[in-house]
């Protein structure tokens, strides 16, 4: 071989060696990138969050308690979950609070703070005067039947407005 063939023929087994070294890791990742997309287009990688709010009730005030309750029933059809982070109202000024019941350890119930309330994927948060619930300050002129408006802010799938009917607080369940 000549010196003016050696340079580009080691020129050419050096990008042969290179292109077979490079040719493994490629593979791996088409091959990888491939499963990856079957197991998305089968529907096996997880859907967003898909929320309803099926129900919407406010306890009527009664007596002189400065607040009283909102329940919502929020299914979620997705696959991931989401969780319900504030409720806020153009009908109530302020003071709307996520709460959840609890228990002291000598048996005694109380109402306390929550930061969020979950959502599970494929389930539903189901709040009732005995686990989650809102707590809205009271307002006396509100009747059985009127319809107060809450938006109800989550983590995942935004805000979503709904109109909870006003009951009396024995007729829920």
Same mark, same amino acid.
């Given at each position: 071989?000549?010196?003016?063939?050696? +340079?580009?023929?080691?020129?050419?087994?050096?990008?042969?060696?290179?292109?077979?070294?490079?040719?493994?890791?490629?593979?791996?990742?088409?091959?990888?990138?491939?499963?990856?997309?079957?197991?998305?287009?089968?529907?096996?990688?997880?859907?967003?969050?898909?929320?309803?709010?099926?129900?919407?009730?406010?306890?009527?005030?009664?007596?002189?308690?400065?607040?009283?309750?909102?329940?919502?029933?929020?299914?979620?059809?997705?696959?991931?979950?989401?969780?319900?982070?504030?409720?806020?109202?153009?009908?109530?000024?302020?003071?709307?609070?996520?709460?959840?019941?609890?228990?002291?350890?000598?048996?005694?119930?109380?109402?306390?703070?929550?930061?969020?309330?979950?959502?599970?994927?494929? +389930?539903?948060?189901?709040?009732?005067?005995?686990?989650?619930?809102?707590?809205?300050?009271?307002?006396?002129?509100?009747?059985?039947?009127?319809?107060?408006?809450?938006?109800?802010?989550?983590?995942?799938?935004?805000?979503?407005?709904?109109?909870?009917?006003?009951?009396?607080? +024995?007729?829920?369940?």
């Amino acid at each position: 071989m000549s010196g003016s063939t050696a +340079g580009p023929a080691r020129l050419v087994q050096r990008l042969k060696q290179s292109a077979v070294a490079a040719a493994a890791p490629v593979a791996a990742c088409l091959v990888a990138l491939g499963g990856l997309t079957a197991w998305t287009s089968l529907g096996h990688a997880g859907t967003p969050p898909d929320l309803s709010v099926t129900w919407a009730y406010v306890f009527q005030p009664t007596g002189g308690t400065p607040e009283t309750v909102a329940l919502f029933r929020i299914t979620n059809k997705g696959s991931s979950a989401d969780e319900l982070t504030e409720v806020t109202s153009p009908d109530v000024p302020a003071g709307i609070a996520l709460s959840q019941h609890r228990m002291t350890p000598d048996g005694a119930a109380y109402r306390a703070a929550a930061d969020r309330l979950q959502v599970p994927a494929r +389930g539903t948060l189901a709040m009732t005067p005995m686990s989650s619930d809102v707590s809205v300050p009271a307002d006396r002129d509100w009747r059985v039947g009127d319809r107060i408006s809450f938006d109800l802010h989550f983590e995942h799938s935004g805000t979503v407005r709904v109109r909870a009917e006003v009951i009396r607080p +024995g007729s829920f369940g």
